[in-house]
């Protein structure tokens, strides 16, 4: 079992950032690719990075390309969240997720991983 906790969310103004964090416990932490997701209110849960269980390799959705990075501290058994230049659009929870790090399924298939942590809201006002 892998425990998720996120935390770092909040009320950010447009072109404002935050980073996220999410803290694993329980099994060991490097041996599971990690991945983020949101979900906006009315909408289905999307997946917005991932990070291979080294750190050597990242992923991310088009629309957040260039703007949030991912990355992760094994020794901190953390993945972090960075987001800049936020939209009112990136208004959702944030899910961080994990998979071992074996899977083959692209990364944004939601039922590729199977831990996850209970979301931090972050909420961008205009």
């Known amino acids: 079992q892998v425990q998720l906790v996120e935390s770092g969310g909040g009320l950010v103004q447009v072109g404002g950032s935050l980073r996220l964090s999410c803290a694993a416990s329980?099994?060991?932490?490097?041996?599971?690719?990690m991945g983020w997701f949101r979900q906006a209110p009315g909408k289905e849960r999307e997946f917005v990075a991932g990070i291979t269980w080294s750190g050597s390799s990242t992923y991310y959705s088009d629309s957040m390309k260039g703007r949030f990075t991912i990355s992760r501290d094994n020794a901190k058994s953390t993945v972090y969240l960075q987001m800049n230049s936020l939209k009112p659009e990136d208004t959702a929870v944030y899910y961080c997720?994990?998979?071992?790090?074996?899977?083959?399924?692209?990364?944004?298939?939601?039922?590729?991983?199977?831990?996850w942590g209970q979301g931090t809201q972050v909420t961008v006002s205009s």
């Open positions: 997720a994990a998979r071992g790090s074996g899977v083959s399924a692209p990364r944004r298939i939601i039922s590729s991983y199977n831990y």
């Open positions: 329980g099994r060991t932490f490097s041996s599971f690719d």
